[in-house]
């Protein structure tokens, strides 16, 4: 998250605890149909790590089956332009020089589902492949793209369910400035459902940094003002609160790092010196501190965009140091004995055509793959799920990749459909335009 962004959600979020609450008006539309199980909910114990890879990344790196297919049709050779050394497929198809063989221990070790088919038949009928659109439709779970974000969704659904009140600290995070996770639309949102912006480092939003000798005396001297002038207790509350919180960030700053030298896993735990892998360590260390935190969504700064229309020899670099920070995060959360019940998953806005076009890049596409880490108490080990086949559109260099004939697919909503579900809403294609929930993933 650049700076910019970071100040604008962190002063967001700090008014909406200053700022008394809107009264809350029941949930509208969908949410009135919504059921919640809280059995489902307590057994599961979940918490996400959703990680958004802006711009769209190219699939072949979890899936370079179908090289052969399209290899001769290529408008720019991938053997001359990544060397021919760099293009080679693991044993179980992933492109060995863009991280596929940590993919392959990560799928060993059971640690690792990917899902090649996760297609849009509604966005290929439309000939709709704009960041803007997918974006937003997948962070919605909705074709509606005015619609409220996911984790808005959800965050109204646990409170109304009693799963989150005035008492839960830091429900939802972002490492992501805003995004459409969290749009609310129309809908009234409490203040504690609101996201708190955080970065890697753990810099406190709510922090006086201009007048730190003074914060704790103005807290008191604003107080009984308030309570002098008959102010809102909502008002008085809030001043308490950011005290809380600040104290609670330097719990979490004050966690040690993983123990490299007592743990089975080795370098795994080593994380890769970049702000991605920085990020999921401190995402990781919040929510094993913190049971109240539901949800941490954060993109990929640090390793770079994935809009590689051109000079996409980038992209090998990207994949492998995604996949190592993947690797140390699973490791990590074993360490803690954690992988049962945290998951991390990893989205885009779409897929890229395969062809390397002549600026040597690739330009955007329909399908995508959708990677789940961790949650085994609740997700099934599914390893591969998805076979793809060879498609070309309106001319011979157009070239995309689509789900093979009988595989099983899935539209980007069901993500959003899948995720309800764990969390304990029993209907969540209420929310999703009538598309389920990932059923190789939950059954």
């Known amino acids: ?109 059971h640690d690792l589902r990917v899902f090649r088919t996760c297609f849009s038949q509604v966005r290929w009928d439309a000939d709709n492949r704009s960041h803007g659109s997918c974006v937003a439709q997948n962070q919605r779970g909705t074709f509606h793209e005015d619609a409220p974000g996911i984790f808005a969704n959800l965050a109204r659904i646990l409170y109304a369910n009693g799963q989150i009140d005035e008492n839960t600290q830091m429900p939802f995070l972002t490492m992501d400035g805003e995004s459409g996770f969290y749009a609310r639309s129309n809908m009234s949102m409490v203040p504690i459902l ?3 912006a955080i970065n890697e480092n753990l810099d406190n939003p709510f922090d006086r940094l201009w007048a730190p000798a003074y914060s704790d005396h103005m807290d008191q001297l604003a107080q009984a003002r308030n309570r002098r002038l008959g102010l809102s207790a909502k008002i008085t509350d809030a001043f308490a609160k950011r ?48 049971p109240d935190t539901k949800v941490i969504t ?13 000079d996409a020899d980038n992209y090998l670099r990207r994949m492998r140091d995604l996949f190592l920070a993947l690797r140390s995060a699973m490791a990590h ?4 004995g954690r992988d ?3 998951n991390i998953m990893v989205m885009g806005d779409f897929g890229r055509g395969v062809n390397l076009n002549s600026a040597n890049g690739w330009d955007h596409g329909n399908l995508q793959n959708f990677l789940v880490l961790g949650g085994k108490r609740y997700f099934n080990n599914s390893g591969i799920v998805g076979e793809t ?19 099983y697919w899935f539209e980007p909503l069901s993500i959003a459909a899948t995720i309800y579900k764990i969390y304990g809403v029993t209907n969540p294609e209420v929310l999703t335009d009538n598309n389920p929930v990932i059923t190789p993933l939950l059954t």
């Not at 940590?102 to 799928?107: F, R």
């Not at 089975?264 to 260390?285: C, E, M, P, V, W």
Request: glycine share 8%; aromatic share 10%; with cysteine.
């Open 333 to 336: 959360l074993k360490q803690l």
């Open 298 to 310: 954060l993109a990929t700064s640090g390793l770079g965009g994935w809009d590689d229309h051109n």
């Open 1 to 109: 998250m650049n700076r910019r962004d970071f100040i604008k959600v962190s002063l967001a979020s700090a008014c909406g605890l200053v700022l008394p609450s809107l009264p809350g008006r029941s949930l509208a539309g969908p949410l009135d149909s919504i059921n919640f199980d809280r059995n489902v909910y307590s057994a599961n114990q979940a918490q996400t790590i959703m990680v958004f890879l802006y711009g769209g990344a190219s699939e072949l790196g979890c899936n370079f089956t179908n090289y052969d297919d399209f290899k001769n049709l290529s408008e720019t050779d991938y053997e001359y332009y990544f060397r021919s050394e760099n293009v080679e497929a693991t044993i179980n198809g992933f492109w060995r020089a863009a991280g596929g063989d940590i993919m392959e221990e990560l799928l060993a070790q």
């Open 243 to 290: 005290v809380e919180m600040k104290s609670f960030i330097q719990e979490i700053k004050n966690i040690a790092d993983p123990d490299l030298g007592n743990n089975s896993h080795g370098d795994d735990l080593n994380y890769q010196n970049n702000s991605f892998a920085h990020k999921l360590r401190t995402a990781i260390k919040i929510l094993n501190h913190n």
């Open 389 to 407: 086949q060879l498609d070309a559109a309106g001319s011979v260099n157009r070239l995309y990749l689509r789900p093979k004939n009988g595989s």
């Open 194 to 196: 609101e996201p708190i």
């Open 340 to 342: 049962q019940t945290i």
